[in-house]
């Protein structure tokens, strides 16, 4: 089948000069893209990268990010990108559960990362032996085209294993339905190392555009946000929180911080504070809603959000082409429209599982007993129900809660709090402050003389800082139900034992 590094290569061959890349080292034209990404990948060949191979890629953004990728995909094989701000440890941990057999790097990053990998440096690279393979003419479509990772209740993230024909077909039709083309310029706004970045960063140049990329620091500060995007004429962005807006919205001395931007798509949290909020008006251009889990390649519904929404639904929309969305009954019978139940989804999106954790995948990927022979759905643990506008979206099923666009399991956080020895019992309970903001709370017992900052300190090791709670409280004893359970509830009330 045909890959994004084959577009990117027409692209090259009948508009060499146009821009592709604007970055802070300069511009980057897709001839010049196009000649690193071959590049890179004949270095990948000599070094034997092949189907189903795993190279995790930890640079910074720019054009050997950019071009890594691509080659990776040009081999056929897959990648996992890694935040390089994330902390030594858990980086590690992806690349061992990925099961990553390369790391793409740079000398700068390479010392600090030492995650046991065989290393390519980007900035110095090995001519490649004579007889490397050339990279074959069409990727497998059932082959591996990258691992990413969620929160997940064990303590440890769990790898999704996302098929080449998932990732193609999500990012061609994200480029149609967002109507991208040679006149968009996209600004790259999340992080290397989650799923949206490859949204960010490909489908906008699967269709001829130009994708801008600034230093990180740039996007959190609104002012600095705001600039970059008068500068570079933004038109379009792909991935952009609810709670980023909602803070964009509420700086008073930065007037019509959106201006000229044609395009809004929001994800990873629930629009409905920032509507209640009056955001709405914030969004000249078209706003769209964007629902969808890791499992399913990164978006499964949309919905254009009309320029006088009703704040009271939180409404997420219609399937995208080849996925289906089921709303079921814990029998897994359909329920009637407009009544809540589990949010099942399948069609193509829908990953291979989760990279060795056969119980868990068994668990979350079932048979589709309404589709054909041999077709899964994915239980999203989402609850949801029909409406005429498309699926609205009704919380969750069990504890998992979204943090700054980022899925979070806090039993992962309380296995971390319980590896330090002053910590004999933790809980961690989601709150939302009087922006609209969900943060985390942890509730731990055992020695009161541990500091915070040492528990903090301690976290860092291995957890990324949106999975950091932003309170501790000490307690003699946690509360528990009848039922001998921590009793969560009493817990974010305030109550204690």
Same mark, same amino acid.
Not at 424 to 447: E, F, N, Q, S
């Given at each position: 089948m045909r890959t994004l590094a084959d577009d990117l290569a027409e692209h090259a061959a009948r508009h060499p000069q146009r821009i592709a890349l604007d970055t802070p080292d300069g511009t980057v034209t897709y001839r010049q893209l196009n000649d690193r990404t071959d590049e890179l990948s004949h270095l990948l060949g000599a070094l034997d990268v092949r189907p189903e191979t795993v190279c995790a890629v930890a640079v910074d953004h720019g054009l050997d990010a950019v071009a890594a990728i691509a080659a990776v995909l040009r081999r056929g094989a897959a990648f996992l990108t890694l935040d390089v701000g994330q902390p030594r440890d858990r980086l590690a941990s992806f690349t061992r559960s990925a099961d990553a057999r390369l790391l793409l790097t740079t000398t700068a990053h390479a010392p600090a990362l030492d995650l046991g990998l065989p290393t390519l440096h980007l900035d110095r690279p090995v001519p490649p032996a004579p007889a490397a393979s050339p990279p074959p003419r069409t990727a497998d479509p059932r082959a591996l085209a990258y691992v990413s990772h969620t929160s997940g209740s064990t303590g440890e993230p769990s790898p999704v294993l996302v098929e080449h024909r998932a990732l193609d077909g999500y990012l061609r039709d994200t480029a149609h339905a967002f109507g991208l083309g040679p006149h968009t310029v996209a600004l790259q706004t999340a992080p290397l190392g989650y799923d949206a970045s490859i949204r960010d960063t490909f489908a906008p140049l699967l269709a001829g555009a130009r994708l801008v990329l600034v230093e990180r620091a740039r996007l959190l500060r609104p002012a600095?946000?705001?600039?970059?995007?008068?500068?570079?004429?933004?038109?379009?962005?792909?991935?952009?929180?609810?709670?980023?807006?909602?803070?964009?919205?509420?700086?008073?001395?930065?007037?019509?911080?959106?201006?000229?931007?044609?395009?809004?798509?929001?994800?990873?949290?629930?629009?409905?504070?920032?509507?209640?909020?009056?955001?709405?008006?914030?969004?000249? +251009?078209?706003?769209?809603?964007?629902?969808?889990?890791?499992?399913?390649?990164?978006?499964?519904t949309r919905y254009s959000v009309p320029g006088e929404p009703d704040p009271a639904d939180d409404i997420v929309g219609l399937p995208r082409a080849d996925t289906t969305?089921?709303?079921? +009954?814990?029998?897994?019978?359909?329920?009637?429209?407009?009544?809540? =139940?589990?949010?099942?989804? +399948?069609?193509?999106?829908?990953?291979? +599982?989760?990279?060795?954790?056969?119980?868990?995948?068994?668990?979350?990927f079932v048979p589709d007993p309404y589709g054909p022979p041999g077709s899964r759905l994915y239980r999203t643990g989402d609850l949801g129900r029909w409406s005429p506008e498309g699926l609205r979206y009704e919380g969750r099923g069990d504890r998992q809660v979204k943090i700054r666009g980022y899925r979070v399991d806090p039993a992962e956080i309380e296995g971390a709090l319980l590896t330090h020895p002053g910590v004999? =019992?933790?809980?961690?309970?989601?709150?939302?402050?009087?922006?609209?903001?969900?943060?985390?709370?942890?509730?731990?017992?055992?020695?009161?003389?541990?500091?915070?900052?040492?528990l903090r300190a301690h976290l860092a090791r291995t957890l990324p800082p949106h999975l950091m709670p932003r309170h501790f409280h000490r307690h003699t004893t946690l509360p528990t139900t009848r039922g001998g359970k921590a009793d969560r509830r009493r817990l974010v009330a305030g109550g204690t034992a």
């Open positions: 600095d946000f705001v600039r970059t995007v008068r500068e570079h004429q933004v038109t379009a962005l792909l991935s952009v929180t609810p709670s980023f807006l909602t803070h964009l919205a509420g700086q008073p001395d930065l007037p019509d911080p959106l201006a000229g931007v044609t395009l809004v798509a929001s994800s990873g949290e629930s629009l409905r504070p920032f509507l209640t909020a009056d955001g709405r008006r914030l969004v000249p +251009g078209r706003l769209v809603n964007q629902y969808g889990p890791t499992e399913c390649t990164m978006t499964t969305v089921r709303v079921l +009954g814990p029998d897994l019978a359909p329920v009637p429209d407009g009544t809540v =139940g589990e949010v099942y989804i +399948g069609g193509t999106g829908v990953a291979r +599982g989760y990279g060795g954790l056969p119980a868990r995948t068994a668990a979350s004999t =019992g933790a809980v961690i309970t989601p709150h939302t402050d009087d922006r609209g903001r969900v943060y985390l709370a942890a509730h731990v017992t055992g020695d009161p003389g541990t500091a915070d900052r040492i």
